[in-house]
């Protein structure tokens, strides 16, 4: 929501705790395509899939910046 302004998933409160818990990040065309596995793995369901740290988020958008 933070990044296109619309919230990821829509229904009534179980659709939407279901689908936070089931489906994948839904793509958005407001996101650059270089930008998504950094914001798939910042959302990740797995805790250990995410950034560890707000300093090893930062050196992935970098790199994506850098190629750009």
Do not use: W
């Not at 929501?1 to 919230?7: A, K, P, Q």
């Not at 250990?48 to 992935?60: T, V, Y």
Request: with cysteine; proline share 13%; hydrophobic share 35%.
């Amino acid at each position: 929501e933070s990044f296109t302004g619309n919230v990821p998933f829509t229904g009534d409160y179980i659709d939407i705790r279901n689908q936070h818990v089931l489906k994948p990040l839904p793509k958005h065309p407001a996101i650059p395509k270089p930008f998504m596995p950094v914001l798939e793995k910042a959302c990740a369901k797995d805790p250990g899939k995410r950034h560890q740290s707000a300093p090893e988020l930062k050196e992935d958008v970098l790199q994506v910046m850098r190629r750009l």
